[in-house]
């Protein structure tokens, strides 16, 4: 075997899952040139298996030396031209069953090593089955194509990570792409802070506030009590003994118990509270505070002053956020009586001016989703977003203010997640038919070190429970220290593309499913769209190049050498259309 032109030399130390190769000083080349294909020794990152008997073992090159790893010097004779390869053992392959990542059968001192071809990584990654997709060629051979385990991927869940331009749009795409074509039954949400991606998948249903066609809707009442009392009005939990916040979670309680019966099936009243996804008019409940605020009435004493004793003048109109008109009261003390009822003083101007800012219309004024009487309901949302026909939606959150995009993103998730669990049995959803959650620029809604995160705390879920259920996550992120350590924990299957700084490099190692940091080394010098894969999903942990693919998602770099070298036409410019996008928010 030595005499073979693969033979690179021997086993010299084995430690744990790490062995020591001595590569012979009488290989003929240091390049040699197999089957037409240049292989050069020693480069890290690349394979070299050592067969034994039917057993061959496989690893990785992870570091390169003139002097042996953990001997002293002084006891080696120093060969001129001998070099020293550290491996890391990745996996084995028994006769011709299929590779098997982990080893049961270590190599010995002496144990001869070769190089790995390109025949032995067909060997390995196989064909597709119907089990996979291919996420790309390995970096090393344009005709071998790399596939991963489709289920291992989505309910083990997944990341890409890497620094800004590095392709981990375009790797995303090529992912979902592969899933919807090859997947008629799968289904993907696709969260896209930025609006991105409808460009890159043009039959996809895309959700965008104030879009004509399909306007994106995420109703205020699928929030909780305290979340409703932060966002209507701006109180904390800890204003519970309060007055005012007292009767406010008696209003809210009230609304939803009245309104039991609805579009998606009538609920039994007594288990509705103040928490429950029932639907309310929030124009109603500022127009209620407001009444007994306003209010005048025949009676002075605060117990009498009811609906029955008010001097009402007209009526007003909730909708249009007109209150209603009462008698004046005198100055002297005679009726009407001015009302004692002034306990919502503040929360009424807090939830008057949130719902004239028309920004936040598609939460707190939610269309066809607004109220009990509204033509939409939850499942509607369901089958907008998860229903049979769509492959693939892509929740276009651009338009959504800053202030309210982790609720936005948290009730989306919670909401979906509910859907899944509570559906986990139902032929046509849950278990029976997963469902894969994507979030791009997740550092910036799921960051470790924001406490109150709405979202963070709802992914955080689906990365714990997800799978029992059917919920599969993908990350995607260009800061990875930032990101949440109980999602970075639980990610099955790890792609990193070119990572520069060294705290996020640092967290991919530590985060890495499989103990390879001579992979994660590379991490610096990778080219653009170059990934590195490592995890459940994949047999060998693997370097590979995505597809730049057509069309493409709208995060392509601007062409700044041709647009600073033209000169531009000042008649062009119309600066009050760019005012305008601003003030409405809309392209
Ligand atoms: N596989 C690839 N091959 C060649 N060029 C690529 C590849 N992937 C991406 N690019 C190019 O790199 C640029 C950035 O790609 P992409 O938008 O996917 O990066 P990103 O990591 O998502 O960046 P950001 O963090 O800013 O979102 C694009 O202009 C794209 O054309
Ligand atoms: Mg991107």
């Known amino acids: ?40 020794i020693g480069q890290i990152g690349t394979f070299v298996k050592m067969p034994m008997g039917n057993i061959t073992t496989y690893g990785i090159v992870s570091s390169v030396s003139n002097t042996p790893g953990k001997t002293d010097d002084s006891q080696v004779s120093q060969v001129a031209g001998s070099r020293f390869l550290s491996v890391q053992l990745v996996g084995e392959k028994i006769g011709d069953d299929d590779f098997e990542k982990g080893i049961g059968t270590y190599p010995t001192i002496n144990d001869e090593v070769h190089l790995v071809i390109e025949k032995d990584l067909f060997d390995i990654y196989g064909e597709k089955d ?8 390995h970096s090393s051979s344009d005709n071998l194509s790399v596939y991963v385990d489709i289920h291992k991927l989505i309910l083990r869940h997944c990341a890409i990570l890497g620094s800004t331009g590095s392709g981990k749009s375009n790797t995303t795409v090529s992912i979902l792409k592969a899933i919807l074509n090859d997947y008629n039954g799968s289904r993907v949400i696709l969260v896209d802070p930025h609006g991105e991606y409808s460009t890159a998948f043009p039959n996809a249903k895309v959700y965008k506030i104030n879009d004509s066609k399909n306007p994106l809707f995420i109703p205020f009442w699928l929030m909780n009590f305290d979340e409703l009392a932060y966002f209507l009005v701006g109180a904390k939990p800890t204003d519970d003994q309060r007055p005012e916040h007292r009767l406010f979670r008696e209003l809210i309680t009230n609304f939803k118990k009245r309104n ?12 509705i509270t103040a928490d429950s996804p029932i639907p309310f008019n929030a124009r109603k409940l500022w127009y209620e505070m407001n009444w007994w605020l306003n209010a005048t009435f025949s009676e002075s004493n605060k117990d009498k002053q009811t609906k029955d004793t008010a001097k009402l003048l007209d009526d007003g109109n909730y909708n249009e956020l007109k209150p209603a008109e009462f008698e004046p009261y005198p ?7 001015k009302s004692k009822h002034q306990e919502y003083y503040s929360y009424e101007k807090k939830l008057l001016s949130r719902l004239k800012d028309s920004r936040f219309d598609f939460m707190f004024n939610p269309g066809d989703y607004k109220d009990e009487s509204s033509s939409k309901d ?13 492959k693939l939606a892509i929740l276009d959150l651009s338009g959504v203010p800053f202030e309210v995009l982790d609720i936005a ?9 509910d859907s899944m669990f509570w559906g986990r049995n139902e032929s046509y959803t849950g278990k029976n038919r997963p ?12 960051n470790k070190n924001d406490n109150n995160s709405y979202s963070k705390t709802a992914v955080e879920r689906i990365f714990k429970e997800g799978r029992k259920f059917g919920v599969g996550a993908l990350v995607i992120s260009q800061r990875p220290s930032e990101i949440s350590e109980t999602i970075l924990a639980q990610i099955g299957t790890l792609m990193a593309l070119r990572l520069t700084n060294s705290g996020d490099q640092s967290i991919v190692k530590s985060s890495s499913p499989d103990n390879l940091n001579s992979l994660i080394d590379l991490l610096p010098s990778l080219r653009i769209g170059e990934a ?27 062409k700044l050498v041709e647009c600073w070298s033209k000169t531009h036409d000042i008649s062009d410019e119309n600066y009050k259309s760019v005012v305008t996008k601003i003030r409405e928010q809309k392209l």
């Open 378 to 390: 939850l499942h509607n949302l369901l089958n907008e977003w998860i229903g049979s026909d769509s």
């Open 331 to 337: 100055m002297s003390n005679v009726a009407p009586y």
């Open 532 to 558: 590195v894969i490592v995890g459940e999903s994949i047999k060998i942990p693997s370097r590979i190049r995505v597809k730049l693919n057509n069309p493409r998602p709208t995060s392509e770099d601007p």
């Open 130 to 137: 119907a089990g996979s997709i291919e996420i790309g060629k």
């Open 435 to 446: 469902l894969l959650l994507a979030y791009e620029e997740a550092h910036g809604y799921l």
């Open 1 to 40: 075997m030595d005499n073979e032109i693969t033979y690179l030399g021997k086993v010299i130390r084995v430690d744990s899952s790490t062995v020591e190769v001595e590569v012979s000083d009488e290989i003929p080349s240091a390049a040699p040139i197999i089957n037409g294909r240049l292989y050069k």
């Open 260 to 271: 039991f019966q609805l579009k998606s099936g009538d609920v039994n009243p007594d288990f």
């Open 409 to 417: 993103i948290g009730l989306i998730t919670r909401f979906v997640y």
